[in-house]
């Protein structure tokens, strides 16, 4: 496929959000109505405060998250979240990592349950989401790449991975740069996290028997008003703070997923793999990646949930990388959105006609469809 990306725009267009807006309280039930939540620490009616300093790391172990991690571009930066393995992981490469794409209206904790709708699907905040992938790739580095733009804080638009409209349906290309963003990203999110854990290790001198390090941070306030909490870190002494560089063949692994909205990422790359692989360092990046999992893609954009370019398939085939569709009725058997299922379809017979051994489930087939099986798919892939 030659088709080429026109130039970014100078800005993109965003949900603009007020001052104040509802929350759902921390005590309250999940069926119980949403309370005004202000976005001032006091929720009165004074004059304006300074604008808030820019987000720094936070440590709150096994969790870090690091804010606006730029990637190839100063101006294009992610909100990454890791967790770490509970263990060390086995000594010898390769030391693997799992990169997760999450979908709409997923987002930190704090943030959904202050959401008047989103809170409901609370479950499948990123944290939770990341504890389950740990459980499913045990002794690996879990990373959650947040999408740049939330707009009207539901849909997710990874802006700086594919083109985008404003509710973050893809328009695809050859030459958008989602794996030099992509593999910017890891290689300075690999150094934040590396001293931010080393400059702990050393803060604290761990002893070998050593079970718990109190590093209670101070309460902060969330961007939407909401009270932050931190909990006491738990003791890392185990842990290896050491990341390989993404391009050191044979001694770094990564599986990726995409979850619904996180699949127009996954799209991108390989529609971008012929020329990205012409690069040396992102050939050596791709020559890491052992799997991509897509899991019940979909968007609004009416074409192009899968991939179905012969061409582009026919690169990502002689990549040798494993590739795993799971799917729920939710998006296949949805007859408003049609051509999901059809291109579903036709990406796992095009890859299979190419000699790939796509594993490719349809999950709760015998259910009706539901946005409950939908996100549930995280529990059975």
């Avoid at 990341?243 to 001694?251: A, G, Q």
């Avoid at 990388?321 to 799971?326: E, G, T």
Wanted: proline residues 8%; neutral net charge; charged residues 20%.
């Amino acid at each position: 496929m030659s088709r080429r990306c026109l130039p970014a725009a100078s800005s993109v267009l965003r949900g603009l959000v007020g001052s104040a807006f509802l929350c759902l309280s921390r005590t309250m039930s999940l069926r119980g109505g949403p309370t005004a939540c202000l976005s001032g620490p006091s929720g009165g009616s004074g004059p304006l405060s300074s604008p808030p300093p820019p987000p720094s790391p936070r440590l709150s172990l096994p969790w870090l998250r690091l804010p606006e991690v730029p990637g190839a571009e100063p101006f294009k930066a992610n909100d990454v979240l890791l967790l770490l393995p509970p263990s060390a992981p086995p000594p010898g490469p390769p030391q693997h990592h799992v990169l997760y794409f999450p979908g709409d209206v997923q987002s930190y904790r704090e943030v959904m349950i202050c959401h008047p709708e989103n809170f409901q699907w609370e479950q499948w905040c990123l944290e939770n989401v990341a504890a389950l992938l740990g459980r499913r790739f045990p002794g690996s580095y879990i990373w959650v790449i947040k999408c740049s733009r939330m707009h009207l804080h539901k849909f997710s638009c990874y802006d700086n991975f594919v083109a985008s409209n404003l509710f973050g349906a893809p328009e695809h290309c050859s030459d958008f740069g989602a794996f030099k963003h992509l593999h910017a990203l890891l290689v300075n999110a690999f150094k934040l996290a590396q001293n931010i854990l080393l400059s702990q290790k050393r803060k604290y001198e761990f002893p070998k028997d050593t079970k718990v390090v109190s590093c209670e941070l101070p309460s902060v306030a969330a961007t939407n008003g909401c009270p932050e909490t931190e909990s006491d870190c738990e003791h890392f002494n185990n842990t290896s703070v050491n990341f390989i560089e993404p391009t050191v063949v044979d001694e770094v692994s990564f599986t990726l997923i995409g979850f619904s909205k996180g699949c127009v990422v996954l799209n991108q790359l390989l529609y971008e793999l012929k020329e990205a692989k012409k690069d040396k360092n992102i050939n050596a990046f791709i020559k890491n990646i052992r799997a991509i999992y897509w899991l019940d893609g979909g968007h609004s954009g009416g074409s192009n949930t899968w991939v179905t370019y012969p061409d582009v398939l026919k690169d990502f085939a002689e990549t040798g990388i494993s590739a795993h569709a799971h799917v729920t009725p939710y998006q296949v058997f949805d007859m408003m959105r049609a051509w999901i299922g059809r291109e579903h379809k036709r990406f796992v017979q095009i890859l299979e006609e190419l000699g790939v051994n796509v594993n490719s489930q349809l999950h709760f087939a015998d259910e009706a469809p539901s946005l409950d099986n939908h996100f549930r798919v995280h529990e059975v892939f």
